[in-house]
């Protein structure tokens, strides 16, 4: 079985692998224009001929001989996931829109899931290590082979498997880990009640019962200040009823992505939160807003009194009864496990468009090493945030075999703490204060 993105393809010929650096000035060049001016009568014109090519493409990719043609090409397989065969889109939106997509809705959603987390998975990867191949060696990375993401296959004894992948001393990347597990087992009822805060939906523990929870985890810590950490995860996790295991006993999708900025570029903020904005009105209006709100709470650092970074959006337990998807609330229909796949889908898939324009903007920016200093003061805050107050962290050390290498891969390798430091004090006027004002008093970007 396979699934072919075409439509991207078809609209973007010129885009090769045989040819990176011009793959790379091409991208970049398009990134820029698309994401310096979203609103000009131009910008429009270029995108409704971008998408009646892709339209085009789309339709003629579902003849045979038109597949046929396109075997010719190049494209990437991703790996282990046998339901999917993708042509790369550097960076541009994967949705399923763009190609023909041979996901079953008959499996069961733990299989779809964990299938697309993977598929994803590969395209990110790739897309990092585009941007990696064209830009030039440099005193952090001098080698003339653009680095690489070590992919690291593993086997959870207790029952399970993942992949991680992480970048290490790159040129643009200081470190990028992007992780895919596929994992069960068995959860004690001491870990369901730890769980129940979070999780209402979750039956009252009374025994032992058979888990299984996928996900895709990412975190990339950019080398220049002046390109923002940026992190992403979306899981899904079912509790199975031990005596019908074709219906799990509870089950929800959770998960989004924030950005965290070490200098405060508005423009930037307003392009992520507008791309994770345009992802969550698509399924519902409700979501961006209510979505946007919990990824400011979430992401607070309360020992500090402040935000780790800019927020994007977050959410938890979202099943087909939650508060959100329920009338009068909900501006859709009542909606099925299929429609809020779609929504993972989406939000999941506005990943890269709504942070590579940002790194082409900001990559080669000068930056001085008192930046650099401020930088790694900030991941220091990244550091206590996960370690004091991440579920994700805290439930993974505490479940029984757990990888500790793949869970703490979202810590930066280099941090600072400095005593009483006086960078970023308020009303100092600084670039830094201005950041600070920010995490303190979240904004509306869009």
């Given at each position: ?91 541009y ?119 299984f ?10 080398r220049?200040p002046?390109?923002?950490t ?26 989004g ?34 979505f ?35 009338p ?76 500790i ?28 204060a201005?950041?600070?004002?920010v ?8």
């Open positions: 079985m396979s699934l072919r993105i075409a439509a991207l393809r078809a609209a973007r010929p010129t885009l090769s692998r045989s040819s990176p650096r011009t793959t790379a000035s091409t991208f970049g060049q398009m990134s820029k224009r698309v994401y310096s001016t979203p609103t000009s009568n131009a910008s429009r014109s270029q995108w409704k001929s971008l998408a009646g090519s892709a339209a085009v493409g789309f339709t003629g990719a579902i003849l045979y001989n038109v597949v046929a043609s396109y075997r010719e090409s190049r494209t990437v397989q991703c790996d282990g996931v046998p339901a999917v065969e993708a042509i790369e889109t550097h960076g939106p994967w949705e399923p829109v763009n190609a023909i997509e041979k996901d079953d809705p008959k499996n069961p959603m733990r299989i779809r899931m964990a299938n697309w987390v993977k598929s994803l998975q590969d395209h990110i990867v790739n897309t990092m290590e585009e941007i990696e191949s064209t830009s030039s060696p440099n005193s952090f990375s001098p080698s003339p082979e653009p680095p690489k993401f070590l992919r690291d296959s593993w086997i959870r004894k207790e029952g399970g498997e993942g992949s991680s992948c992480v970048l290490s001393g790159g040129r643009i990347f200081e470190k990028a880990g992007i992780n895919v597990s596929v994992v069960h087992g068995f959860l004690p009822p001491k870990a369901q009640m730890a769980m129940l805060p979070d999780h209402p939906s979750l039956p009252p523990p009374t025994e032992t019962v058979p888990f929870a996928t996900g895709l985890s990412i975190v990339i810590h950019p220049n002046h390109v923002p940026v992190h992403l995860n979306y899981r899904y996790f079912e509790i199975e009823d031990p005596l019908n295991a074709n219906t799990p006993k509870a089950w929800w999708f959770g998960g992505s924030d950005l965290t900025p070490t200098y405060l570029d508005p423009e930037d903020c307003i392009h992520f939160h507008g791309e994770l904005k345009k992802a969550c009105d698509k399924h519902d209006e409700r979501y961006w807003k209510d946007k709100i919990a990824c400011d709470k979430y992401f607070y650092i309360n020992h500090r009194g402040e935000s780790r970074g800019v927020g994007g959006i977050f959410f938890d337990d979202l099943t087909t009864s939650s508060p959100i998807n329920q009068p609330v909900s501006t859709m229909p009542h909606k099925s496990q299929d429609d809020l796949f779609e929504f993972v889908k989406s939000a999941s898939g506005a990943f890269l468009p709504a942070y590579v324009p940002i790194v082409y903007k900001q990559k080669d920016r000068k930056w001085t090493e008192e930046e650099r200093r401020w930088q790694q003061l900030r991941r220091g805050r990244y550091v206590e945030f996960n370690l004091v107050y991440d579920r994700g962290t805290k439930f993974g050390l505490h479940t029984p075999g757990a990888r290498e793949s869970i703490l891969m979202s810590l930066p390798e280099t941090a600072r703490w400095e005593y009483m430091c006086p960078l970023g004090t308020e009303g100092s006027g600084t670039r830094e201005e950041l600070i004002d995490l303190k008093n979240p904004r509306e970007w869009v």
